[in-house]
């Protein structure tokens, strides 16, 4: 999600539990409901993923049979969507060369064609569109340039673990095997959770004073 619709959803999801002459316990009370809410269906989304598996429209291909048990479900029908289009390209020409296949790929009714490199050992495959390094996902060019040369699963170093279903086992990596380090704001969130009732407690303490001099 973008930042400001990461803060108009969090905006909304607050809206419908605070009133305007809350005071500060009320607000804090209420704001950890919000928060307990938003744990609650991330945990509910994770089991989901975890134990269900999406509905395969072609129940016969490895590869969608693959993708659905490795990746979320949001990913997933990303990935589906790959897929598909990549039955709709064509392979306009191919060129060997001592360690590589370069291939070029087009849409069968024409438009820009990519061009990829195969290396057909190791599998590695590179396409001009940029997809997987912006994404993280394979495109149809190369899922079609795969599917050409017998490749019927998805190779181990296209699958980026921060979209599969055990992304928050251990730690995760870039495209590239590097280590991505742990979002700040999640440190911040912790922070809070463990200065809110220390708040919470000095407020009701300082309402309770004012209180007892009036």
């Known amino acids: 999600m973008r930042s400001t619709q990461l803060s108009e959803s969090l905006n909304a999801s607050i809206k419908n539990y605070l009133k305007l002459d809350h005071d500060l316990v009320q607000f804090f009370k209420h704001f950890d409901r919000v928060v307990d809410e938003k744990r609650y269906n991330e945990l509910r989304a994770e ?3 975890r134990q269900k598996l999406p509905m395969l429209g072609l129940q016969q291909t490895p590869v969608l049979i693959q993708a659905a048990s490795i990746y979320s479900p949001c990913m997933f029908v990303a990935f589906q969507n790959e897929y598909d289009e990549s039955t709709t390209m064509v392979i306009l020409d191919q060129k060997h060369t001592t360690m590589h296949v370069e291939y070029s790929v087009s849409h069968y009714d024409g438009g820009r064609a990519r061009r990829l490199i195969l ?4 599998k590695d495959i590179t396409c001009s569109c940029n ?3 912006q994404e993280g996902i394979l495109c149809s060019h190369a899922l079609k340039v795969y599917d050409m040369v017998g490749t019927k699963f998805i190779p ?3 699958v980026t673990k921060r979209w599969t279903k055990k992304a928050r086992s251990g730690g995760s990596v870039d495209c590239k095997g590097r280590e991505i ?4 704001s999640l440190s911040i969130s912790h922070r809070y959770r463990l200065l809110a009732p220390e708040m919470v407690r000095l407020a009701t303490r300082a309402a309770m004073s004012e209180a007892a001099t009036k």
Do not use: A, G, V, W
């Open 47 to 49: 089991y989901h993923s």
């Open 119 to 122: 290396n057909p050992i190791t």
């Open 131 to 133: 997809l997987f390094e």
């Open 156 to 158: 181990d170093q296209y």
């Open 181 to 184: 380090s742990s979002d700040p």
